[in-house]
């Protein structure tokens, strides 16, 4: 298995997404983009593509991990307040701060939706996962769709070439299996073609196992490692849900179970350690990007990303 340490994305990496990115801050015709409304971001998706979008909300929530703020983001949001949790945004806190906008996801937010629209007027995201939905849908919101489609062209020149060296790499066998496995202190997930993860790898041309195409969600939780057949793929990407110490001992159990060193991606040396907040938390076009970069670094050879 390779053991290389989990990636932290560089300062380098995320000034350059930003420089391309932000070259479309003009219009054509030479004069800047209408400035922006107060926007208030909700869900960690939201955050990640206004931050993207060159767009500095007045207001955020609390990261799922890294607390207060994912470190890939912490310096684009210094000194930005939060109000509290994603599950429980404070609406006092958001009030006092009067913001044009408030963005939201159905999922996390329908309850206090109309409490919320007394507030400001609410963009509401039906799927956290589709992050390039949640870019073009906060970037015509923010008046920054000049921004969104650079974000975008880019976004798609880097998959092209990077599915153009997955397929030399993998020549003879494209495209392979992939699973994307969390590792947590009593439990796997296996996370599905409809996560954040998958939309990712399936743009990138991977292929999914009969149960992964078959399931429908978000993933599948393996409550036991009997059940490690169902997530048997040729490549796995893996990542620890947290540094405790439950998480390090359920990983190493793993390692050596029998029934995993029957799968073939560990008998065949294909599996990968990646960042878990960019691939299961990050849920935006930053965070997309910077799987990539884990990909580009694991998979291709000679790879600096």
């Not at 340490?5 to 997404?17: C, D, E, G, S």
């Not at 769709?145 to 020149?157: D, F, G, P, S, Y």
């Not at 990077?162 to 796997?188: C, K, M, N, Y």
């Not at 036991?224 to 490549?235: C, H, M, Q, R, Y």
Request: hydrophobic share 45%; glycine share 6%.
């Amino acid at each position: 298995m390779t053991n290389r340490p989990l990636h932290q994305p560089t300062r380098r990496r995320l000034l350059r997404l930003a420089a391309g990115w932000l070259a479309g801050s003009v219009i054509a015709s030479g004069r800047a983009q209408t400035i922006s409304p107060r926007v208030v971001t909700l869900f960690q998706g939201a955050t990640d593509s206004a931050v993207a979008l060159g767009v500095t909300p007045v207001a955020v929530v609390d990261s799922w991990s890294e607390k207060p703020t994912y470190k890939y983001l912490r310096q684009a949001l210094q000194g930005v307040p939060h109000v509290g949790l994603e599950t429980q945004p404070s609406l006092e806190h958001i009030a006092l701060l009067q913001p044009d906008l408030i963005v939201v996801s159905r999922f996390r937010h329908q309850r206090i939706a109309p409490l919320l629209q007394q507030i400001a007027p609410l963009v509401m995201l039906d799927n956290v996962f589709e992050f390039k939905q949640t870019l073009s849908v906060t970037a015509a919101a923010l008046h920054r769709q000049a921004q969104a489609e650079v974000c975008l062209q880019q976004w798609q020149q880097r998959v092209a070439n990077l599915r153009s060296q997955l397929q030399q790499r993998f020549a003879g066998h494209w495209p392979p299996t992939v699973s994307v496995l969390d590792i947590r202190e009593d439990h796997i997930r296996s996370y599905l073609p409809g996560s954040f993860p998958g939309w990712v790898l399936s743009e990138l041309g991977f292929g999914w196992n009969t149960t992964a195409q078959t399931t429908q969600g978000v993933s599948i939780k393996l409550s036991g490692k009997e059940s490690l057949p169902i997530v048997n793929a040729d490549i796995f990407f893996v990542f620890l849900r947290s540094e405790s110490a439950g998480v390090q001992r359920n990983y190493h159990s793993l390692l050596q179970h029998p029934l995993w060193l029957q799968l073939r991606a560990p008998q065949q040396q294909q599996v990968w350690l990646v960042n878990g907040v960019v691939w299961s938390l990050s849920g935006g076009i930053l965070g997309a990007n910077l799987m990539l970069d884990d990909i580009e670094r694991q998979v291709i050879p000679g790879t600096t990303a």
